[in-house]
């Protein structure tokens, strides 16, 4: 995302736009929250592992090898990757709202023109835990990062 972050910025110059690092750029992530870390990789870790069944063969992973090249590229991994690897890669975030906002918070520092977050669940959540997780990250994360005015 580093690399995707600032080759954007560094084109848009090019071109003539000053931006701000992060701007008119959407992060994307995943997101399951639970009272601990441990509980929430638990619970959707089979439903991660599945859905990198599919994606992984496609090269759409983008986790990062520990030379910075997307999996899928020559020379980095091709595998379907595992949620502690995503978790380490904060393209997974699991755990309590408070560690989703300390997360969140992060990035919003690191890239001061973020203003766009998209988050994922991994596709086999039923529908029920789906609106539950999107019902608490709302009700929990949402207030405390929100940006206003």
Same mark, same amino acid.
């Given at each position: 995302m580093d690399?995707?972050?600032? *080759?954007?910025?560094? +084109? #848009?110059a090019r071109a003539g736009r000053r931006l701000a690092l992060g701007e008119?750029?959407?992060? =994307? &992530?995943?997101?399951?929250? +639970?009272d601990t870390q441990a509980e929430a990789m638990r619970r959707v870790e089979p439903?991660?592992?599945?859905?990198?069944?599919?994606? +992984?063969?496609? =090269?759409? &992973?983008?986790? *990062?090898? *520990?030379?910075?090249r997307p999996w899928g590229t020559p020379g980095a991994p091709a595998r379907a990757p595992t949620l502690a690897e995503g978790v380490a890669q904060?393209?997974?975030?699991? =755990?309590?709202?408070?560690? *989703?906002?300390?997360?969140?918070?992060?990035?919003? +520092?690191r890239y001061p023109g973020l203003d766009q977050m998209m988050i994922h669940w991994a596709e086999g959540l039923p529908p029920h835990e789906f609106k539950e997780q999107l019902a608490w990250f709302a009700r929990a994360v949402m207030p #405390? &990062?929100?940006r206003r005015g």
């Open positions: 690399q995707i972050f600032h *080759a954007y910025r560094d +084109a #848009a008119d750029l959407c992060w =994307g &992530v995943g997101l399951y929250l +639970a439903s991660h592992d599945e859905r990198y069944k599919w994606f +992984a063969p496609f =090269g759409f &992973v983008r986790y *990062a090898d *520990a030379h910075g904060k393209a997974w975030i699991c =755990g309590p709202p408070s560690h *989703a906002i300390e997360v969140i918070r992060e990035f919003e +520092a #405390a &990062v929100t």
